[in-house]
């Protein structure tokens, strides 16, 4: 039997008629990141919306593109109200200039602004649930059911893709430790491959070069930094790690000796100059 999101909505006692998917795309921003790093600017851009866009509904499920043609749910939003364009007061217009979105929103005949509120009720799926969405070709704004693919684990930090695409935050990294079962991938990709890593310290600009080349590779490394935030470092003790960002700048084999690591770590340091303008001593 498949279980669906309209199975999830009757369970919590919500009508399903009486909510709309909405599978934001990443053409003006990257929908996920900025859920996870900047909420605010996330549900400020997904109150102007077009005229009437969401119809009669009471509630909007917003997703995250996933990979191909599945979503990640963000939250369960209830609709207090909208207004049309004609109605936006100089506070609606402040909120566009605040966080940089386009003029034309201000007076264009055919936007709304909706007042949307968090549904505290499933707060806990967020990022964790997983739909299938469809075709690309299908609209982003649904009323059409969908199957639930997955339910992740509390701290998944959802599945590898590639050694490139890593940047994950303070939190993610203690999540990745906390539960090996559901982080399976991560915890193998990363402890197959020594390395060169980048720490970024979001709040003031400044970066962080280290290297791995232990027997648990880059797992084994970036374990230290979830038990404490700082993994020995005395500049790095001085931050907030909750700050933190960690991402990978090179990849070396577990044959690679430590000099041949520690040697590409030296070269990464002087092309991002973190000894003179980051966080590395030496």
């Known amino acids: 039997m498949k279980i669906t999101f ?50 009669k509904a009471k509630h909007i499920a917003s997703f995250a593109p996933g990979r191909s043609t599945t979503a990640v749910f963000l939250g369960l939003y209830n609709i207090i109200n909208h207004l049309h364009n004609d109605d936006l007061t100089n506070k609606h217009h402040s909120i566009i200039d605040k966080f940089g979105f386009p003029d034309e929103w201000k007076w264009h005949e055919v936007s709304s602004w909706y007042h949307l509120e968090l549904n505290q009720t499933f707060e806990d799926l967020s990022e964790r649930l997983i739909i299938d969405w469809g075709k690309s070709t299908v609209s982003w704004v649904q009323s059409k059911d969908k199957n639930i693919l997955e339910i992740r684990g509390a701290n998944s930090i959802g599945e590898f893709v590639s050694y490139d695409e890593i940047q994950i935050n303070y ?31 979001t709040s003031i600009g400044k970066l962080y070069v280290g290297s791995a080349y232990g027997d648990n590779g880059i797992y084994g490394r970036w374990m230290n930094y979830a038990k404490n935030g700082h993994g020995g470092n005395v500049e790095l003790k001085k931050l907030n790690p909750n700050n933190f960002e960690f991402s990978i ?27 003179k303008f980051g966080l590395n001593q030496n």
């Not at 859920?35 to 119809?55: H, I, M, P, T, V």
């Open 6 to 55: 309209h199975n999830l909505l009757n369970l919590y006692d919500i009508n399903p008629k009486d909510v709309k998917l909405v599978r934001h795309g990443n053409a003006q921003i990257d929908i996920l990141e900025s859920f996870r790093s900047n909420r605010k600017y996330f549900e400020a851009y997904q109150s102007f919306q077009g005229f009437n866009k969401f119809g």
């Open 171 to 201: 939190n993610q990294l203690q999540n990745l430790s906390k539960d090996v079962i559901t982080n399976g991938t991560w915890i193998n990709a990363l402890s197959a491959v020594n390395g060169i890593y980048l720490i970024k310290d």
């Open 249 to 275: 700048l090179e990849i070396a084999t577990k044959t690679a000796s430590a000099d041949e690591v520690i040697h590409r770590e030296s070269r990464w340091k002087e092309k991002l100059g973190t000894r």
